[in-house]
């Protein structure tokens, strides 16, 4: 199983970007999928949610409204579009996945994004 994140970069304050996450060797409709970010010092948070199905998503009340998640089950890939970034939206993102019946869980390796001037 390999999860892969891809998008990350440099970003100016107000800009958008969006991230990928590739999934490989699972069942990726069977697999609810989730968006975190984490900061040096800071523990990681969930950022967003998606059901394996994409018919529920949820975003965290920090960045709701600028954030949506996305899922296509036929290319085995998530997404996350992030837009009027902010520099509190600097982080590394992480993707991971959840088994609906198996209840387990693979993760990637992050991707660095950073908002500044």
């Known amino acids: 199983v390999s999860v892969v994140e891809s998008g990350g970069g440099l970003v100016e304050p107000g800009g958008s970007v969006t991230l990928s996450c590739k999934c490989f060797?699972?069942?990726?409709?069977?697999?609810?999928a989730r968006w975190h970010r984490q900061t040096p010092g800071k523990e990681r948070e969930l950022v967003a949610f998606?059901?394996?199905?994409?018919?529920?998503?949820r975003i965290v009340d920090s960045v709701k409204g600028r954030f949506t998640i996305s899922r296509d089950n036929d290319r085995d890939l998530v997404s996350l579009e992030m837009n009027s970034l902010k520099p509190e939206d600097t982080a590394v993102y992480y993707c991971s996945l959840q088994g609906m019946s198996s209840r387990k869980e693979f993760w990637g390796q992050g991707t660095q994004v950073t908002v500044s001037s």
């Open positions: 998606i059901t394996g199905d994409g018919n529920n998503a």
């Open positions: 060797g699972v069942p990726f409709e069977e697999y609810h």
